[in-house]
């Protein structure tokens, strides 16, 4: 969130030298585009994390499709023989 802050920190610097007409526009709306960093950072996160969880989901359910089946044994599953 830091970085998130930081960085909309940068972009409104940048704007306010880059455009000296709108810098009174910049000053009056720099103290809420900061006070929203964080639920602005909240919804990237959430945008960006749900096309993971999808496409896992998607091709777990192709595997289940096609009739393929995923091993569930562990490493620590395995009983050694005793004979």
Same mark, same amino acid.
């Given at each position: 969130?830091?970085?998130?802050?930081?960085?909309?920190?940068?972009?409104?610097?940048?704007?306010?030298?880059?455009?000296?007409?709108?810098?009174?526009?910049?000053?009056a709306s720099a103290p809420v585009l900061l006070a929203l960093a964080c639920p602005l950072a909240m919804g990237a996160?959430?945008?960006?994390?749900?096309?993971?969880?999808? +496409? *896992?989901? @998607?091709?777990?359910?192709?595997?289940? /499709? #096609?009739?393929?089946?995923?091993? +569930? *044994?562990? @490493?620590?599953?395995?009983?050694?023989? /005793? #004979?």
């Amino acid at each position: 969130m830091i970085k998130f802050a930081a960085g909309i920190g940068v972009v409104l610097t940048v704007a306010y030298l880059a455009l000296p007409d709108a810098r009174a526009w910049l000053l009056a709306s720099a103290p809420v585009l900061l006070a929203l960093a964080c639920p602005l950072a909240m919804g990237a996160m959430m945008f960006m994390t749900q096309g993971k969880n999808s +496409n *896992a989901a @998607a091709s777990k359910n192709q595997c289940a /499709k #096609s009739g393929d089946t995923m091993p +569930n *044994a562990h @490493a620590g599953d395995a009983v050694p023989d /005793k #004979s």
